[in-house]
């Protein structure tokens, strides 16, 4: 049984100087590049929208496919990715899960490579953190939310809190990066 890491959308447009930046987003890159080598699989999620997705009717325009915004933080150690996600790629797809992913099924995926605990860090916590977990927790997965690794947009203050919240109530495990 395999630890596995889901880094979710550490991406340009979601870090400092991006169109929907989060205060914290080069602070948890080392914490997950720390947290590399001690897992057997590591999956990285990058949001991948069309032009003109309705999903930039709620949001700034963000993370459009092939485009400097949505590369991955080029501080995170990307050679060790096993793994990459693709999703919201549709024109109505908002893609908040990973498990919306359209390259792969990612279900599927982690059941190949045998997963034992999957290990959520990223962002945000509020948003896709939170919808991966959610998905993960109920395909009976044993979910990880690593604490020190997570960030929220907190578009309304409380929203992080709010969705640890609703992560802990549905099963999934906190942990700081330390324990793992
Ligand atoms: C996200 C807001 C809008 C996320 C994506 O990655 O959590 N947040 N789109």
Request: hydrophobic share 40%.
């Amino acid at each position: 049984m395999k630890k596995i890491l889901l880094i979710v959308d550490l991406q340009n447009d979601f870090c400092p100087g991006g169109s929907l930046a989060i205060k914290e987003g080069n602070e948890i890159v080392p914490v997950i590049n720390g947290l590399m080598d001690k897992m057997d699989v590591v999956i990285a999620t990058q949001d991948w929208h069309p032009e003109g997705s309705t999903h930039f009717e709620k949001w700034p325009v963000h993370c459009v496919a092939n485009t400097t915004g949505s590369e991955l933080n080029p501080r995170l150690d990307a050679d060790k990715i096993d793994q990459i996600v693709l999703k919201g790629t549709g024109h109505d797809d908002p893609g908040y899960s990973a498990f919306d992913a359209t390259n792969i099924s990612l279900e599927a995926y982690l059941k190949e490579q045998n997963v034992g605990s999957l290990y959520v860090v990223g962002l945000a916590t509020d948003y896709c953190v939170r919808a991966s977990a959610l998905d993960a927790c109920k395909m009976g997965i044993h979910t990880y939310v690593v604490t020190d690794a997570i960030a929220a947009v907190d578009l309304e203050e409380g929203d992080g809190k709010k969705a640890l919240d609703e992560m802990y109530k549905a099963g999934c495990l906190f942990v700081e990066s330390k324990d793992i």
